[in-house]
């Protein structure tokens, strides 16, 4: 195969790889908390000796959008949503990991737990307790959990120190390294939205099976000319 076989073969490998992160956002519409991807494409230029230079494409790297979805009130007490900045911290076997889904219920024991079962944790990265006779809870905005008017935690609310090694592991969930607190506000009785657009996830796809297309129909040409090629020589 000659060198823009290659390319072009880069560039579908890169194009696929779109398709399935847009396919991703689009199934995720609805998921409470998630946030739309992007893929990166970028170029290596290799120098070569009697020829001019080979350009190959890569898009291996996502780009998480953090644009704020919308808010869906639910009136339930254990139902919270970020406004601004900032991730809830969830313990889970791996260990920390941030997320905007913001739905817990108290287990048997008291712990504020996701549908998953990964504990909420507190600004001091502690599982938070509800004690099963607590009593209504309410929540401030700074995340202060009351009961009765007595405190019982704060919610944390963090952001990693890099933001650009925030790494989605799948789902909801996000790996970071080391945070710091953030300054955002959260609500009692909402949950946020995805922040997908549908409108423009779907726009996106059409291009890019546009484009994939497009390489597709110049690898045959491709393959064809060489064929033509092979059976001339062999006469």
């Keep these: 195969m000659e060198a823009s076989g290659y390319v072009t073969l880069t560039r579908q490998s890169g194009l696929m790889h779109q398709m399935q992160t ?14 739309r991807e992007g893929v990166v494409f970028s170029e290596h230029v290799k120098r070569l ?7 190959m494409a890569t898009a291996s790297t996502r780009q998480i959008d953090l644009t704020e979805g919308g ?5 339930a007490p254990f139902d919270f949503a970020i406004r601004g900045d900032g991730f809830f911290a969830v313990q889970t076997p791996d260990g920390e990991r941030l997320t905007r889904a913001g739905s817990f219920t108290p287990s048997a024991e008291g712990m504020l737990v996701n549908a998953d079962g990964h504990a ?4 001091g990265g502690a599982p938070i307790m509800v ?31 890099d933001r ?3 790494r989605h592991e799948g789902g909801t969930l996000f790996e970071a390294g080391d945070t710091e607190p953030a300054d955002g506000t959260i609500l009692q009785g ?6 997908v657009d549908p409108i423009g996830e ?15 129909s110049f690898l045959d040409r491709e393959d064809d000319r060489l064929k033509t090629a092979i059976q001339t020589l062999g006469q």
């Design 71 to 75: 808010l869906t009130t639910t009136g």
């Design 131 to 161: 004690p099963p006779d607590a009593g209504p809870v309410s929540v401030a905005q700074d995340g202060t959990l009351s009961a009765e008017g007595q405190p019982l935690a704060r919610i944390g609310l963090f952001l990693p120190t």
């Design 22 to 35: 847009v396919a991703n956002n689009i199934a995720n519409l609805s998921t409470t908390g998630f946030r």
């Design 49 to 55: 000796e009697e020829a001019p230079s080979l350009s």
């Design 202 to 216: 779907v726009a996106r796809m059409i291009q890019v099976q546009r484009a994939y297309e497009m390489g597709q």
């Design 164 to 166: 650009n090694a925030l």
């Design 190 to 195: 909402s949950l946020e939205d995805s922040n």
């Design 120 to 123: 909420l944790l507190d600004d």
